[in-house]
């Protein structure tokens, strides 16, 4: 893959760090589309020797916009644009299925399947006894190759066959569908908290970087608690989106 060539109007008497001025510039051909996700930037040492610009500010450019989540830096690779936020409306549907719709090429890891036995939270949300078996879920889920977010689940046993090969293959959601589950509304919590290591590992991003956190519990035609989630989502890469009425 060949580098984009950007062209660079840099004012070395302005107040404004020029870091900042390259960080605007590169972000400003994101937007308009001169530069496209997956395409890749000149190495820091090129685009320094080009703009007549030292390596630590060229690097201080490039960290800024890694951090704002525009670029993101592979090695063997070099530092490519970011491919878009996915955006999501607030329903009762999957990541998978909304992914899917969206073009946004969906992918799952199953990191681990099996049963637990429901801590004090679970028992209540789910109505099982304390210590009660139920189903566990943890998956890494990606979008367009990238990894986008950390999906835990707590199901009642017997539900839905449920495989890593076929959580792999399909979302959740379809799963339960498929098993004659019929879910029919959600309650959901929405917050923000610091990526913990282990979280920063595994969705690439550095250490406290801020994820987009959803707890959900979604409840069938009969009022039975058939799932409940607790999702970490990178901040950088993902959105939800409200409206509003009136009332």
């Not at 840099?10 to 937007?31: N, T």
């Not at 996700?37 to 040492?45: A, K, T, V």
């Not at 209540?124 to 977010?149: C, D, K, M």
């Not at 959580?167 to 098993?179: D, K, S, V």
């Amino acid at each position: 893959m060949t580098s984009t060539r950007l062209e660079f109007d840099l004012d070395r008497s302005s107040p404004v760090p020029l870091y900042f001025q390259v960080a605007e510039q590169i972000s400003e051909a994101i937007r308009t589309g001169e530069l496209t996700p997956g395409s890749r930037l000149d190495n820091e040492i090129l685009l320094a020797d080009r703009l007549g610009l030292s390596r630590p500010t060229i690097r201080q450019a490039i960290q800024y916009l890694v951090d704002k989540g525009l670029l993101v830096r592979k090695r063997g690779v070099g530092t490519q644009v970011v491919h878009g936020q996915v955006k999501r409306s607030v329903e009762l549907t999957s990541l998978y299925d909304d992914l899917r719709r969206a073009g946004q090429d969906p992918a799952t890891r199953v990191l681990s399947i099996g049963a637990l036995p429901a801590d004090e939270t679970v028992a209540q949300t789910l109505s099982v006894p304390i210590g009660a078996e139920v189903v566990h879920v943890e998956r890494l889920r990606f979008a367009s190759g990238e990894p986008l977010a950390l999906l835990r689940n707590w199901l009642p046993p017997g539900l839905a066959p449920l495989t890593a090969d076929a959580l792999t293959e399909r979302g959740l959601y379809e799963l339960l569908r498929g098993a004659g589950v019929r879910m029919r509304v959600a309650n959901q919590r929405i917050g923000a908290r610091a990526a913990s290591p282990s979280e920063a590992r595994l969705l690439g991003e550095r250490r406290g970087a801020p994820l987009l956190t959803m707890v959900r519990t979604t409840y069938d035609d009969q009022g039975r608690a058939v799932e409940h989630g607790s999702h970490s989502y990178r901040a950088s890469h993902y959105s939800l989106e409200v409206t509003l009425i009136e009332r």
